[in-house]
């Protein structure tokens, strides 16, 4: 039996505010410690998750597998802010999770922190009230409709635009700091833009730019190197080898063998899946 991996997507009424959910579940499997790991990029979204069954514990690299004693346990519910960095987790047995990724600007809106110390009470009951057990759409569909609500009487109509990921997300603040601070100094739009993403312009390019990789993966391009970089808004090769490897940790080479080949990189196929 394989692990069940899931790309839970929100209906648009929520796409302006949620990403995407990802479920996990690996009960039932027998899988060696090294493919208990999993492996996530660096985003600029922020992460709820909650592990329903089994235990979760952060790596300080992604090739450190030492006691779990040694570790830091992921709290059963817990938040994750944006990462500048890949970063790991690893669970010694089964487990069951479900994590939700919502854009920055929504996480403020809905009354989360910038310090990521404190989740939101509509995403906490959200969370408490999924039925890990039962039949996930129906119970994603009930998720996304509570928070939905919630969602609409603290953004306006004006939020409820289809967005479709990062680079959407990111050019939507770019346009409404460029109205917003029309006639104003490039350093004004610049600090909405920060304020608004938690991101610099120049980082929220680097992400969006990661995301036509996952474009360009998903599509099992047969390209050269120099070709896939071109076709996924790099300069060159070179640069898209050093931003990969700045949010992935791995070379594009690498990168696209683990895809295709790794179990611990389940949620890199997924993000692939999303467009």
Same mark, same amino acid.
Request: with cysteine; charged share 20%.
């Given at each position: 039996?394989?692990?069940?991996?899931?790309?839970?997507?929100?209906?648009?009424?929520? +796409?302006?505010?949620?990403? =995407?959910?990802?479920?996990? %579940?690996?009960?039932?499997?027998?899988? @060696?410690?090294? *493919? &208990?790991?999993?492996?996530?990029?660096?985003?600029?979204?922020?992460?709820?998750?909650?592990?329903?069954?089994?235990?979760?514990?952060?790596?300080?690299?992604?090739?450190?597998?030492?006691?779990?004693?040694?570790?830091?346990?992921?709290?059963?519910?817990?938040?994750?802010?944006?990462?500048?960095?890949?970063?790991?987790?690893?669970?010694?047995?089964?487990?069951?999770?479900?994590?939700?990724?919502?854009?920055?600007?929504?996480?403020?809106?809905?009354?989360?922190?910038?310090?990521?110390?404190?989740?939101? +009470?509509?995403?906490?009951? =959200?969370?408490?009230?999924? %039925?890990?057990?039962?039949?996930?759409? @129906?119970?994603? *569909? &009930?998720?996304?409709?509570?928070?939905?609500?919630?969602?609409?009487?603290?953004?306006?109509?004006?939020?409820?635009?289809?967005?479709?990921?990062?680079?959407?997300?990111?050019?939507?603040?770019?346009?409404?700091?460029?109205?917003?601070?029309?006639?104003?100094?490039?350093?004004?739009?610049?600090?909405?833009?920060?304020?608004?993403?938690?991101?610099?312009?120049?980082?929220?390019?680097?992400?969006?730019?990661?995301?036509?990789?996952?474009?360009?993966?998903?599509?099992?391009?047969?390209?050269?190197?120099?070709?896939?970089?071109?076709? =996924?808004?790099?300069?060159?090769?070179?640069?898209?080898?050093?931003?990969?490897?700045?949010?992935?940790?791995?070379?594009?080479?690498?990168?696209?063998?683990?895809?295709?080949?790794?179990?611990?990189?389940?949620?890199?196929?997924?993000?692939?899946?999303?467009?």
């Amino acid at each position: 039996m394989r692990p069940i991996s899931e790309l839970l997507l929100p209906p648009v009424g929520l +796409a302006s505010c949620v990403f =995407a959910g990802i479920y996990r %579940d690996t009960r039932g499997t027998s899988l @060696p410690d090294r *493919d &208990r790991i999993n492996h996530f990029p660096a985003s600029p979204i922020v992460a709820v998750s909650k592990v329903f069954h089994g235990d979760l514990f952060l790596l300080s690299s992604a090739s450190d597998l030492p006691s779990h004693d040694s570790l830091t346990r992921v709290p059963s519910l817990s938040v994750t802010g944006p990462q500048d960095v890949p970063i790991s987790s690893w669970s010694p047995g089964p487990e069951t999770a479900l994590t939700v990724g919502f854009y920055y600007d929504a996480w403020l809106q809905l009354g989360g922190d910038a310090q990521f110390t404190e989740i939101p +009470a509509a995403v906490a009951e =959200a969370f408490a009230q999924f %039925d890990i057990d039962a039949p996930r759409q @129906p119970e994603w *569909d &009930r998720f996304a409709t509570k928070l939905a609500d919630v969602w609409a009487s603290k953004a306006g109509p004006k939020e409820t635009r289809r967005i479709t990921g990062v680079s959407d997300w990111a050019q939507a603040i770019v346009t409404r700091g460029a109205l917003s601070t029309a006639g104003r100094s490039l350093r004004s739009l610049q600090r909405f833009i920060k304020r608004e993403s938690g991101h610099t312009q120049r980082t929220l390019d680097v992400f969006s730019t990661l995301e036509n990789v996952h474009r360009q993966q998903a599509k099992g391009s047969q390209t050269s190197l120099a070709e896939f970089a071109i076709d =996924a808004g790099f300069s060159d090769q070179s640069h898209m080898g050093r931003a990969v490897r700045r949010l992935t940790g791995f070379s594009p080479a690498q990168l696209n063998r683990a895809i295709a080949e790794d179990e611990p990189f389940w949620c890199y196929r997924l993000l692939g899946e999303r467009f």
